[in-house]
């Protein structure tokens, strides 16, 4: 089978998660070869939580239907779909002059816009089922699997939605092996995700209907949000070469219009051996 094939069948049928394993090692190789292979205190973990690293940008952003983007389209190390029978545009957007909403004064922010939601019968991706959640936008620029294993990380991001309200979750993963049959795109083997359980140290399984504690509700007006996602250790998985740490976001809703995400970060938790 085709990479091209497998990331259209691989969402079609179970969800934009399966697609990182594919175009992961493909579009993030370089990136994961760089990556340090222990987190330093304080250090952003999200080189790219600016989205100002875009080579291939042109001036406007990446429309996708149904399945997710091509290898390399995003600013870097960055991917996304906009789950089955959905069309959105990957875009970033220049912040206003002056504002003072985001803090820091941050050259642009990423816009995910939806023209058409996913199809009702689309039950999202298929290790939530029956809740109804997919993930929309992933970066794969940490590396290591090792990164942040046994470990508490911070994530933070600036969001707002363009009207109403809509939740998201942001979740941290690990891809553990890519390469071996019956393990490779399996979650709890080959992969497994993980969000909030509120309270350090505490791990959480991203899976079915997001822990309380997890969900971020977007608003029409800039918020900044802040969750604690714990890391089990890596002992008595299989872990090939290509493996890594990664953080993306969880959509909980069918119908939304626009999601805004700014000053993205990842930290690990300080006074952690």
Known sequence: M???????????????????????????????????EMAEPGENLVRNGNFLAWDTYSGKGVTTTSVGVPPNSLPKDWYGGPGVGATATYDVVPFSPGQTDVPGNPERFFRVSWSVSPTKDWPGEAHHQPAFRFTFLEYFGMGDVHLLEGKTAICSFYARTNEGSVDIVPLLWHSYDANTPGIAGVKGKGYEL??????????????????????????????????????????????TPGNYTGVGFDLVAREVNTIDLAEIRVVPLQGQD
């Open 2 to 36: 085709s990479c091209d094939t497998f990331l259209l069948s691989s969402y079609c049928q179970i969800g934009c998660r399966a697609i990182m394993f594919c175009a992961g090692v493909l579009a993030m190789s370089a990136c994961l070869a760089e990556a340090a």
């Open 194 to 239: 993980f969000e909030s359980s509120g309270k350090p140290g505490v791990v959480t399984v991203a899976q079915g209907a997001p822990n309380p504690e997890a969900v971020c509700r977007l608003t029409s007006r800039w918020q900044r949000f802040e969750k604690r996602i714990a890391l089990p250790g890596t002992q008595n998985k299989s872990v």
